[in-house]
């Protein structure tokens, strides 16, 4: 089993930043990917980002490529999702997310395993 825990989310203004964290604890040698999502009321999932555990990979989507980055820190088997520019309408809750049967970077929701529990981003006008 894997254990997720998020934090770092709030409240900001727009053209602020936040750096949110995802600690994982557990079989963490079985993990391959991290990706960070976020939903939205009424919308679907977004896939935002992701990397790879053991060579650092990164992937970002487009529609936030140039704002966010994510990041790990495999000593405090953690990564990161440094958020600038923020807009009202990246107010969301954001997830963290790992992967043990992919081999590659993901941005299906359904290709990860394990969930944190979600941290809530609000960014006010």
């Known amino acids: 089993q894997v254990q997720l825990v998020e934090s770092g989310g709030g409240l900001v203004q727009a053209g602020g930043s936040l750096s949110l964290s995802c600690a994982a604890s557990g079989r963490t040698f079985t993990i391959y990917t991290m990706g960070w999502f976020r939903q939205a009321p009424g919308k679907e999932r977004e896939s935002l980002a992701a990397i790879t555990w053991g060579g650092g990979t990164t992937l970002v989507t487009k529609s936030v490529k140039g704002r966010f980055t994510i990041s790990r820190d495999n000593a405090e088997n953690t990564v990161y999702l440094q958020m600038n520019s923020l807009k009202p309408e990246d107010t969301a809750v954001y997830y963290c997310?790992?992967?043990?049967?992919?081999?590659?970077?993901?941005?299906?929701?359904?290709?990860?395993?394990?969930w944190g529990q979600g941290t809530q981003v609000t960014v006010s006008s």
């Open positions: 997310a790992a992967g043990v049967r992919i081999r590659r970077l993901g941005t299906n929701a359904e290709e990860y395993d394990y």
